[in-house]
C-alpha cells in the first residue's frame, strides 16, 4: 500500500511521517519515535496499555491508523513530566503505592489525565467508567482509585504534589515508603523486554503444531529459506545440545521433530529481518502430521485404553497424605458431608507478553535479557540446550510486566539464544497474545472429591480427598503443584485422621505448572466451600466452626507438621469478625446481599527437604550509593524496595540512597526462583546479614580514620556519630570520598539457608518418642481469613461483590503499602477465579484466544477491600517478616461462593460461578444460552 505523508503534533513537537496508512499509532510511536512508554500488551485494544490521548481524548493506539491522524495533537506519557518534576498525576501512583509491575501504569496514567484534563472533581463512579479500559493484574485496582483521586485534589490546588517524606532516622522497616522503582515506571523511562533496541536484530518466531496431539511425518522448510530477509529456518536438527526443557522433568521439546503433544508445541523457528518476513515464512513451512487421539481430559488419560502421551505413562505423579485412620475417624463423626468440586485452567494474564532479547558473546557464549522469575534457572536449561557451560550463558533479569509463576518456565529464552549462536546476531522474540495464551503454562484444572465427618459440636475427625489434576502435556511444575494441593487440601485446621491421594495427570492440553497460590487456590477453593456446607449441615456459625478447628502454635498440620511459632490465623478470624460487627449494607431491591467466610494458609519457601537459599552483596559505589545486588527477582510484586528498606534501615543510612540490581547470573549471587512466597525471608535474611557485615566495616573504616574504638560510633541516618561526645564524625557523603580517597573498597556478601525442612512423610503421626522436627514440612506458613459480602441479583444471576474484609497473617510487614497491595491484587485475582475466569479449549484447540476472552476483572467490579495486616513474629524472619505474596488469591473466591450460598441459596461447585450458572440453578426451567 502506498506511502502517505502525515503532520501531526507529539507531547508539543511538530511531527512529520511518511508512513503506511495502516501503521498504526502504536507501532508509530514506540517504532519511529521511540516512545517505548506507551506499551503493548495485547494489540486488540483489550487491555489499556497503549492508551495514549489524541485531542483530548484517552485512546487505544494500537487500534488507531496513522491515516487518522493528520493534523492531531498525541499526548503520550512521556510528556507529562517536567525532567525531575512529576506531574501531580504521576506523583500520586507513587505516592499512593498505585505502581506494582508497572505495565499498566503509563496507560492508567494517561487515562486518569484525560479524565481530570475534562473533569476536574470526579467520583469514583466517573474515575471508574475513565478507566474501564484498563487493566490492571497487580494492584487490584483500589490504590489507582486512590491515586487518581489524590492527584485531583493535588491539581485543584487541595494539596501540595510532594512526594512521601522519608523518615529522617533511616528506620524504613514497616513504613510505606514509595516503591523504589515507581518514578522511572511513572514517567514510562522503565525498559521491559520489548523496549530494547539493538543494532542489525533479527526477530525470531516459532511455526507451533497444528495439532494437539499428533506424529510429525516430515517438516519441509526450503521455501521458507527463500522468502526475502529470511537468515535461517531452524528445527531439531539444529539444537546442539538436549532438545528438551523442562524445570523439574526436561520433558517438552525445544523443537519438536518426533510428536506434537499440544497445539503449542515449536517444531521450527523463522529468524528474519523483520517480524512481517518472519511471519511470510512461517506460512512457508511445511509441515506433514498424522493425527492421534487427543487426550483431552485426565479422566480419559487414566482409562487403560488411553494413548500414551508420554512413553513413561500419563500419571506424572501420584502424592500421598496420610494420618491417623479414616476409617475409624468416619465411625466417630456424627455428621459425614461429601461433595466434589471443579476449578477451571486459569491464564496468568499478565500485561506484558514474553519477550526477549538474546546476543552472542565473543567467547562463544551468549547473553539474554529477559523477564525471568528465576534467571539461574533459566541459565541452567538454556545451556543444556546449547551445549554450553553455565558460565558462558548469562541471563539478565529485566523489568517484568507481571509474573505470578508464569514466568518460571522459559518461553522466549532457548530459543532466542539458539538464534543468536545458530546466526552470530542479535534476536529477538515477543509472543503475540495470542501465541502467550497458546503457548505458555496455565494454572491446573482440578477435579476434587471431598468426605469429612465432623462430631456435632463441630470438631473435624476425619478427611478423604480426592484430587486429579489435569497437568497438561508436559511436566512443568505439575508434580510440586499437586504436592501443595495435597498438602494444603483439607485446609488450615486439625484433623486427626486424613487421607488424600493428589495425581497430576498428563492430557494434550496446554501444559500447567506454576501460578500464584501454587496449588493452594484449588483445594481452597473446595475446602472452604466443604466447611461452609458443613456448618450449614451442623447448624454452627462458620467463623465459630474455624475457630474450633484452626492451627495454633503446638498443633499440627495434615503432613504432621507441629507449629511451632508464627500462627496468626486464629487473630485473622478474630480480626475480620469484629471488622464485620461494624459492617452494613444494604441491598438494592431485586438483590440479595450475602456473606461468606474462608480461611487459608501457604507456605512460605521451598520446604521439603529441598536446600532453600539465597544471596547478597552490598558495596559502596563510586558516587556514594549503596549497590544491593541480589539473585532474588522484582516481578512487580515489590521485592526490590523490601529488601532496600531492610537493607537501608540495617546499615542506618537513607532509603533513597540504595540501589538494587537483581537476577544478573554474572553480577548477583543466586537467589533461586522467586516463588513460593520466599523472598522477603531469604533474601531478606541474606541482605540482613549482609548489611550487618556491610555495617561492620563502615564503623570499623571510620574508627581507624578518627582513631576511636568502634563501639563509640553509630550510624544514624546516614550520618557516622561518636556517640560518646554526640559529634557528628561524617556525612554518608563524606564518607564517600574519603572512601575514593583510601581506595578502600567497601562490600559485604551473605549465602542465607533457610532452617531445615523434610520431606513429606509416609504417615504424619509421630511415633513414640519421634522427633517433631523431622516433620518439618515447612519453615514457616502465612495464614488468611477473608469475608466477602455480595450482592445477588436474583433474575439474572449477576453477582456484586461489594466488600471484602482480608486478614493477612505474614509476620512482620516490611512495607504496608507493598503489602496491602498484594492483598487488594490477590483479592480481585481470587474474584475473577470466583466469577468469570477461564481458559477454555476444546478438544485440545484454544477456545480462550484473546485477553479479553480470559474475563479479568476490570477496575468497575473492584469491591471495596479492607486490608487487615495481622503481625505474627518469625522468630528467624528478618525484622520477624514471613511472606505473604500469594495467599490472597486463595481463601478470596470461596469467601465469594459461599457468600453467593448465603444470599440466594445457590450452592456453585464448579468454578467460575458465572452469571449463567447462578440463573440456571435459581431457575432450572430458564433455558440459559
Ligand atoms: Fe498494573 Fe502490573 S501494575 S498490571
Redesign the pocket.
Known amino acids: 500500500m502506498d506511502k502517505i505523508a502525515i503532520s501531526l503534533i507529539v507531547n508539543g513537537r511538530p511531527v512529520s511521517a511518511y508512513v503506511s496508512p495502516n501503521t498504526t499509532l502504536l507501532t508509530f510511536l514506540r517504532g519511529e519515535l521511540q516512545l517505548t512508554g506507551t506499551k503493548n500488551g495485547c494489540a486488540q485494544g483489550h487491555c489499556g496499555t497503549c492508551t495514549v490521548i489524541v485531542d483530548g481524548e484517552a485512546v487505544r493506539s494500537c487500534l488507531l491508523k496513522m491515516s487518522r491522524l493528520n493534523g492531531k495533537r498525541v499526548e503520550t506519557i512521556e510528556g507529562l513530566s517536567r525532567g525531575d518534576e512529576l506531574h501531580p498525576i504521576q506523583q500520586s501512583f507513587v505516592n499512593c503505592g498505585a ?7 503509563p496507560g ?1 496514567i494517561m487515562s486518569a489525565k484525560a479524565l481530570l484534563d475534562r473533569c476536574p472533581d470526579p467520583t469514583e463512579e466517573e474515575i471508574k467508567q475513565a478507566l474501564a479500559r484498563n ?5 487490584g485496582y483500589v490504590k489507582i482509585i486512590e491515586a487518581v483521586q489524590e492527584a485531583a485534589r493535588m491539581l485543584r490546588g487541595e494539596k501540595k504534589p510532594a512526594g512521601i517524606e522519608l523518615p529522617p532516622d533511616s528506620r524504613v522497616v514497616g513504613r510505606p515508603v514509595p516503591r523504589i522503582d515507581a518514578i522511572p515506571k511513572v514517567k514510562g523511562e522503565t525498559k521491559y523486554a520489548d523496549d530494547l533496541t539493538i543494532d542489525h536484530v533479527l526477530y525470531a518466531r516459532a511455526l507451533r503444531s497444528q495439532y494437539p496431539h499428533a506424529e510429525i511425518i516430515s517438516i519441509d522448510t526450503r521455501e521458507a529459506e527463500r522468502v526475502p530477509g529470511v537468515v535461517a529456518v531452524l528445527t531439531a536438527k539444529d539444537v546442539p545440545g538436549r532438545n528438551a526443557f523442562g524445570l523439574l522433568i526436561p520433558d517438552q521439546p525445544v523443537l519438536a521433530d518426533k510428536k506434537v503433544r499440544y497445539v503449542g508445541d515449536a517444531l521450527a523457528l523463522v529468524l528474519a529481518e523483520s517480524q512481517t518476513v518472519a511471519e511470510a515464512a512461517l506460512e512457508r513451512t511445511k509441515v506433514e502430521y498424522r493425527p492421534l487421539e487427543v487426550v483431552s481430559t485426565p479422566q480419559r488419560a487414566l482409562e487403560p485404553d488411553a494413548p500414551l502421551i508420554h512413553e513413561s505413562g500419563n500419571v506424572l505423579a501420584h502424592i500421598k497424605v496420610r494420618k491417623g485412620d479414616v476409617a475409624k475417624g468416619f465411625a466417630q463423626a456424627d455428621v459425614i458431608v461429601e461433595q466434589a468440586y471443579f476449578t477451571p485452567f486459569i491464564d496468568h494474564a ?2 506484558e507478553p514474553e519477550a526477549g532479547l538474546a546476543a552472542p558473546n565473543e567467547d562463544g557464549g551468549v547473553t539474554i535479557w529477559v523477564g525471568s522469575q528465576g534467571p539461574g534457572d533459566d541459565r541452567r536449561q538454556v545451556a543444556a540446550s546449547l551445549a554450553l557451560p553455565e558460565e558462558k550463558v548469562r541471563i539478565i533479569h529485566l523489568p517484568t ?2 509474573a505470578f509463576g508464569g514466568r518460571e518456565d522459559v518461553t522466549v529464552q532457548i530459543l532466542c539464544a539458539l538464534g543468536a549462536l545458530h546466526t552470530k546476531r542479535p534476536v529477538k522474540m515477543v509472543f503475540s497474545r495470542l501465541e502467550s495464551l497458546r503457548v505458555r503454562i496455565k494454572r491446573h484444572a482440578e477435579y476434587l472429591r471431598y468426605k469429612t465427618g465432623m462430631t456435632r459440636d463441630g470438631k473435624l475427625v476425619a478427611a478423604e480427598v480426592e484430587i486429579i489434576g489435569d497437568t497438561g502435556a508436559y511436566a512443568s511444575a505439575g508434580e510440586a503443584v499437586l504436592f501443595r494441593s495435597a498438602e494444603f487440601a483439607c485446609g488450615p485446621y486439625v484433623i486427626p485422621n486424613v487421607k488424600v491421594d493428589a495425581y497430576a495427570v498428563y492430557t494434550n492440553n496446554v501444559p500447567c505448572g506454576a501460578m500464584r497460590g501454587f496449588g493452594c487456590p484449588e483445594p481452597a477453593f473446595a475446602s472452604e466451600a466443604h466447611m461452609d456446607l458443613i456448618a450449614r449441615r451442623l447448624g454452627m456459625d462458620p467463623l465459630n466452626l474455624r475457630q474450633i478447628n484452626a492451627l495454633d502454635v503446638g498443633r499440627a498440620t495434615i503432613t504432621g507438621d507441629r507449629l511451632e511459632h508464627g500462627v496468626g490465623l486464629r487473630e485473622t478470624i478474630s480480626r475480620v469478625q469484629e471488622a464485620l460487627t461494624t459492617t452494613s449494607i444494604q441491598a438494592e431491591p431485586g438483590k440479595k446481599v450475602g456473606v461468606g467466610i474462608a480461611c487459608a494458609y501457604k507456605n512460605v519457601g521451598l520446604g521439603s527437604g529441598m536446600e532453600d537459599a539465597g544471596g547478597a552483596i552490598i558495596e559502596l559505589t563510586d558516587e556514594g550509593r549503596v549497590l544491593l545486588r541480589v539473585g532474588a527477582v522484582d516481578l ?1 510484586q515489590g521485592s526490590d524496595t523490601v529488601l532496600a528498606q531492610i537493607a537501608a534501615q540495617t546499615i542506618g543510612m537513607g532509603y533513597d540512597h540504595m540501589i538494587v540490581q537483581a537476577g544478573d547470573t554474572k553480577e548477583a549471587p543466586e537467589g533461586g526462583m522467586t516463588t513460593a512466597s520466599r523472598q522477603t525471608f531469604v533474601a531478606g535474611n541474606a541482605v540482613l546479614r549482609a548489611a550487618e557485615r556491610f555495617k561492620e566495616q563502615l564503623v570499623s573504616f571510620v574508627a581507624d580514620e578518627f582513631q576511636l574504638d568502634p563501639s563509640r560510633i553509630i550510624i544514624q541516618g546516614g550520618h557516622f556519630i561518636d556517640q560518646g561526645e554526640g559529634r557528628l564524625l561524617l556525612s554518608w557523603k563524606d564518607l564517600s570520598a574519603l572512601a575514593q580517597t583510601r581506595g578502600w573498597r567497601l562490600r559485604a556478601e551473605h549465602r542465607y539457608v533457610a532452617p531445615q525442612t523434610y520431606p513429606l512423610p509416609e504417615s504424619a503421626d509421630l511415633p513414640v518418642g519421634g522427633d517433631p522436627e523431622k516433620y518439618r514440612l515447612h519453615f514457616s506458613y502465612c495464614f488468611a481469613t477473608h469475608v466477602a459480602i455480595v450482592a445477588v441479583d436474583e433474575s439474572s444471576g449477576e453477582v456484586e461483590v461489594m466488600k471484602v474484609i482480608a486478614a493477612h497473617d505474614a509476620g512482620k510487614v516490611i512495607n504496608p503499602h507493598g503489602a496491602e497491595g498484594q492483598i487488594e491484587g490477590g483479592v480481585v485475582m481470587g474474584m475473577g477465579y470466583a466469577l468469570s475466569e477461564e481458559f477454555k479449549l476444546d478438544n485440545g484447540r484454544v477456545i480462550t484466544d484473546t485477553l479479553a476472552k480470559c474475563r479479568l476483572p476490570t477496575i468497575r467490579q473492584t469491591p471495596e477491600i479492607t486490608p487487615i495486616l495481622v503481625e505474627d513474629y518469625h522468630p528467624f524472619g528478618p525484622y520477624g517478616a514471613k511472606g505473604m505474596g500469594e495467599l490472597a488469591v486463595a481463601p478470596a473466591a470461596p469467601a465469594i461462593i459461599n457468600a453467593i450460598y448465603d444470599a440466594v441459596g445457590v450452592r456453585i461447585t464448579e468454578l467460575p460461578a458465572t452469571k449463567e450458572k447462578i440463573r440456571q440453578a435459581l431457575n432450572p426451567k430458564v433455558e440459559v444460552v
Open positions: 505502581v506494582q509491575c508497572g505495565f499498566c501504569t492508567m487493566l490492571c493484574r497487580c494492584t499478565y500485561l510486566g507481571g512487580g
